[in-house]
């Protein structure tokens, strides 16, 4: 089947279900971090022009594939994938949530196109719903939704303008958790966003909020670590029939230390760690240490340290030493953790006295790789606008092959019913030919009525009930 048979076949489906073409609307950035041209607007809503998008009306489109839903009838990947690209208006925004939830109930989940999870994230920034968004994207079970790295700069840049760091810091967790190192645009800044949280004065108990707290509740319920039930087969020598009781055991308890992370200075910490090794200077070398003490690994920590202090000058900041001092005099002499920390302490001292620790400002530091970001856009940009085009050819080809999948199973259809009709055809045919079988067939359909009637038993005291 060639392209213009399958366009014209989906365009006669869409002109079916009257889906005609709402009115655009537009939405201006301010300036933040990131230059206002950073987005690429102009050549993300060009994607509008496009012959199949721009022949779709978005609120009849979710109506069809809301009802679908409803009737248990398959909805696809690419179907979802064509109304988040088509989506324009803020009140749509519950419609486009509403859909991805669903398909993440079904197996098509895995099928999902990567502009999915980019279009969703920018109508979202579009219309500056970032709270909501990142409450979406933390709930990665439940809405599978997980933002490519310009998405996750875009996010970013968005939350930092708010001086929202609490969410911001969160979002650069999102990314170490899923291993997401993005660009070095993307490095600058998670790292930027944790350090603005670590060194703020924000409330460690308010990093995650109480409809959080429910959801990561009801997912450790999922696999919990106490007692709980469990089938067991059992069987008894004078009964065939097996019998299936639940008895308690109890689970192993385990704790992966990456997905399973809860303590907000764990998380940071090991946020920190991961996205300073992209920085081979004294910040990136500094807030690897700083990650670490974190983090709580003082083994992995005092190990690093020996490794660095073979280095000759400007290796970390002050900085670095004031964290342990501070740690030091916060915790107790039964603390098992205070002879790792004296240990860790032992080096700096020695560090210091080799001239290899630098009485700089990390906070300067860190704001002046900031100066970067100008220079950096010019790449995410390059990439961001070939990956528009990447993704508008695999819609297209995920699109045939659905249409052609289509087609094969209405082809099965008319052959089945074909082969039902030719049956019928001859039975009446031959059905004189083969009247000796069929009057076989009667008989053999008379003696198991006869058999059925002679099992039945009926009580002699029994009254039919009367007729009128």
Known sequence: MNSLKVFKLYHKCIHSMNILSPPMTTKCFVRTLLSQSYNCDNQWEARLDNDLLSKINAQSFFNELNQRYQKKLRVTAVDIDLFANSVTREEQLEEL???????????????????THHSFCRIFLKYRQTEQLVKIISNRIGF???PDQFCYNMILDQLIEDKNVRN???????????????????????????????????????WFNSEELERLTKE???????????????????????????????????????????????????????????????????????????????????HL??????????????????????LINSISEENSDKQKLLDIKKVLNDMS??????????????????????????????????????????????????????????????????????????????????????????SEAERKIQELKAKTVVEEDYIPPETY
């Open 97 to 115: 949530q509403h859909l991805v939830f669903q398909l993440r109930r079904t197996k098509e989940t895995v099928n999902t196109l990567d502009s």
């Open 144 to 146: 599978g939704i997980f």
């Open 168 to 206: 911001a810091a969160k979002v650069s967790t999102l990314m170490m958790a899923q291993e997401e190192e993005g660009t070095s645009l993307s490095q600058i800044l998670s790292l930027y966003a944790v350090h603005k949280y670590i060194n703020g004065n924000y409330d460690k108990n308010e």
């Open 220 to 302: 450790s319920e999922l696999y919990p670590n106490a007692c709980t039930d469990r089938a067991v087969i059992t069987t008894d020598d004078n009964d065939e029939e097996v019998r299936y009781i639940r008895v308690p055991y109890i689970r192993n308890e385990y704790f992966d230390d990456h997905f399973d992370l809860r303590d907000p200075n764990h998380l940071c910490g090991k946020t920190l760690y991961f996205f300073s090794q992209k920085f081979d200077d004294i910040v990136g070398r500094s807030y690897q240490i700083i990650g670490l003490i974190l983090y709580e690994k003082w083994d992995k920590c005092l």
């Open 305 to 326: 340290l020996e490794v660095l202090s073979k280095n000759k000058q400007n290796v970390i900041v002050k900085e670095v030493v004031d964290r342990v001092d501070q």
């Open 353 to 442: 006295s080799g001239s290899q620790i630098v009485d700089q400002n990390l906070d300067e530091l860190v704001s002046e790789k900031l100066k970067h970001i100008k220079d950096l856009e010019k790449q995410d940009m390059q990439l961001m606008t070939k990956l528009f085009i990447d993704w508008e050819n695999e819609r297209q080809l995920a699109l045939n092959k659905q249409i052609e999948e289509l087609f094969r199973e209405e082809k099965k259809r008319e052959i089945e019913e074909k082969k039902r009709e030719l049956q019928m055809t001859s039975r009446k045919v031959y059905f004189f030919e083969n009247f000796t079988k069929h009057e076989m067939d009667f």
